[in-house]
């Protein structure tokens, strides 16, 4: 049997002045777990979150420049390979058409190629390592249509 408690906190703060939107965050989550097990070692750690992001329209192209950039980080683990930090970099430029009905968007994800495909949880041993299969850093083109229609006054 193991005992967690959990504590966690988020913060977020935003400015916008007229095509410009700049944002921070941050999270903050710790746990303290505890076993009756023999030779249970006791964890005191910490999992952190806390970045950026922008968005900005130029004017006269009409086009949406997004980023952001965020660090991962987890301490207070005994194993060096769970004490980590992962700092991820996105970008996007989209642009609507047809007066809104189209929207194209080109996304770059993890531009610094630092994702990590694992995940570590604590379990009544101790300690799982979670494997997730997944392309950490790639491009994708999208194109969205709005169907919109004004509903009927009867």
């Known amino acids: 049997k ?4 959990l504590t966690a ?6 400015y916008k002045l007229g095509k410009l939107t700049v944002g921070t965050t941050g999270k903050l989550t710790s746990r303290h777990s505890t076993g009756n097990r023999e030779n249970f070692q006791k964890l005191n750690v910490y999992d952190f979150q806390y970045g950026m992001n ?6 006269v192209l009409n086009v949406d420049i997004s980023t952001d950039i965020n660090n991962y980080g987890r301490r207070g683990y005994s194993s060096s390979n769970m004490n980590t930090d992962e700092l991820i ?6 642009r609507s058409l047809f007066k809104g009905k189209l929207t194209a968007k080109l996304t770059a994800y ?4 630092n994702l990590s495909t694992v995940s570590y949880n604590v379990n009544a041993q101790g300690r799982t390592e979670t ?3 997944s392309v950490p850093r790639y491009f994708m083109f999208s194109l969205a249509y709005r169907f ?5 006054k009867k």
């Open 131 to 133: 494997w997730y299969r």
């Open 110 to 113: 993890d531009l610094l190629n």
């Open 9 to 14: 906190g988020t913060a977020k703060l935003t």
């Open 54 to 59: 922008l968005i900005y329209t130029v004017p």
């Open 2 to 5: 193991v005992n967690t408690i």
């Open 89 to 94: 970099w996105n970008a996007q430029l989209s």
């Open 148 to 152: 919109y229609q004004k509903p009927n």
